[in-house]
């Protein structure tokens, strides 16, 4: 059984910066493409940022030039680093990993438990 967990989330004043985390359990699990997403209340989950490998990273629009994507294969896990964050960045974070199962290939998707990130103005 594959579980991503995430961690890093918490609460900053504007102008701050956060890391999120998100490591999958599962030795044979193989993590092909990660991405973020984020729900605030009330609206709907958006895509914040995501990166396959190979290939490169997008990003909304609303975080280019302060949030970066990037990944350590080796630890099977992704990270998020959120720079000059915003009060309107305030959401719960939720990592998504699609990937194969190195044993017979099966692929798969799994999705973090969340994580709060709370931006005061």
């Known amino acids: 059984q594959v579980q991503l967990v995430e961690s890093g989330g918490g609460m900053v004043q504007a102008g701050g910066s956060l890391r999120l985390s998100c490591a999958a359990s599962?030795?044979?699990?193989?993590?092909?493409?990660m991405s973020w997403y984020r729900q605030a209340p009330g609206k709907q989950r958006e895509l914040v940022a995501t990166t396959a490998d190979p290939g490169g990273a997008k990003y909304a629009d609303s975080v280019k030039g302060r949030f970066t994507i990037s990944r350590d294969n080796a630890k099977n896990a992704g990270y998020l680093q959120m720079n000059s964050l915003k009060p309107e960045d305030t959401a719960v974070y939720y990592c998504n990993a699609a990937g194969h199962s190195a044993y017979d290939g099966q692929e798969a998707d799994y999705w973090g438990q969340g994580t709060q990130v709370t931006v005061s103005s």
């Open positions: 599962g030795s044979m699990f193989r993590i092909d493409d």
